[in-house]
């Protein structure tokens, strides 16, 4: 089943979608946007702990990844690797490395095609090369186990090509039928739903999430404050979201979802215990959440409210790093607004993900509706005669959100993930795509449900490979 939750996580500002653009491995959320796809949300293993078991499975344990950064030189493949991991049973601490081989090879040959008479580059003229701090990234983070149900992270990562670390820190605390989380970060990273990257200065976050109760019913009670101007890291444009503005924000949600069965086929002991020539073996499903073939239809409906205890009406200066001059947005923020939310969607599957070949075949249609004010508001004013500030609002169109999973072979499943807007482009009529993600999924059976996955988004023009765990 899609992620129903992913309608109430996105209205607050930890949830973490897949980056490569940093160390940790991800980058969050901007409140206000449209749902991000499914296949975009980040693992929730953290990504040193990600490195440590990936590093069994790559030679000599380093993982590449594709990112394009402000300095061209340095192309976009990078590859990563776990240089330290000491650990105790409260307490483990690790250390990312990062390497970005494009400007070295193009350095040693520039030497090389320089050199008159065929002399070869001297020790001196290579390391010098070698040394070059731009080519290198490190990550360093930590976590300790304070009690059974509270950890610490740390964490703190440098690049070698720009100025300044990000630094983060972490509380979580489990409670019966809550968890609490305290974040802060300086600065923190965040992507909207154009692919586009924005630093804040300073961002914290509390939170208290409610568990998903047997009637389906969860809520959400956060406070957040953004300090500093946020930054544009490669936006165009330089319109900043007023949900990053500075301010101090406190922000409520609720959701009810339900989820009904049209058609299932049950796992049965045939199913899981095959015979062979030497006796019974026992042969589960590749991944335990594919195991059943089936129909469903799910939703979930909610509502939030957010307050604003700063004035949010002054424009806001937009810092566009590599340029001489600053663009200031002129976006309003209301100090006050309260909407309600909703997703709708069908699955299909056909399969057990038990043989080599064809033994699955997975459909996922969601229907979300990210703002019910803003959509009536389109409504209201003409589908073809809709204000301005309708028009530009990217929450007043629906979207549907497709995700398409096939057997390849084995435990590998070709996956594709796509968002449609149900509202027309500048000139064209009609849905469109806004964003689609394609990955190479190999599942483990020993996790039960766990898998590496291989993404690549062409609208981001980013890729890397993660371990995710109990996720679609």
Known sequence: MANLRTAMDSAFWDLN?????????SAKAIPGDPFPIDGARASRVLRIQQL??????????????????????????????????????NWWLGLIGQFRPKKLISSIKAEFSTNDDMEVPTFKD???HVLDKSLYSFGLCTQLLVAPSSSIKLSTEGHGEKKG????????????YHDITLEAAWPELFIDHKGQYWDVPESISLDLSSLVSESGLRYRIGIHKNSGHPQAVNSIDGEVPTSLMPGLCAKAAFSYEKSQDLWRQKETKKDVMVKKDNGWFWRPSYDVRLKEPHAAVSGIFGGS?????????????????????????????SPFSADFFGSVCYSFQHGKFRELYGDL??????????????????????????SANSARDPMSSPR???????????????????????DSLPGKRGPHIEDFIYSLNYSLRLLRSGKVVAWYS??????????RVFEF
């Open 17 to 25: 979608v897949s980056s490569p653009h940093t160390l940790e491995g």
């Open 52 to 89: 440590s078991l990936l590093g069994n499975g790559f030679p000599l344990g380093i993982i590449p990844s594709y990112s394009p950064t402000s300095h061209k030189d340095l192309g976009s493949f990078s590859l990563q690797s776990l240089l330290l991991r000491p650990a105790t049973s």
């Open 126 to 128: 290579v390391a010098k």
């Open 165 to 176: 670390r990000r630094n983060k820190f972490m509380l979580f605390h489990k409670l019966p």
């Open 305 to 333: 409210c957010t307050a604003w205890f700063q004035d949010g009406h002054s424009p806001v200066a937009v810092e566009l790093r590599g340029d001489e001059d600053n663009s200031t947005s002129t976006k309003k923020r």
């Open 361 to 386: 075949t997975r459909i996922d249609a969601r229907l979300d509706i990210c703002s019910a004010s803003a959509l009536a508001k389109r409504v209201i004013n003409g589908l073809k005669s809709s």
């Open 400 to 422: 549907i959100n497709l995700i398409f999973q096939q057997q390849v072979a084995g435990p590998i499943v070709f996956r594709v993930d796509s968002r449609v807007s149900l």
């Open 458 to 467: 062409p609208k981001r023009k980013e890729g890397m490979i993660e371990l």
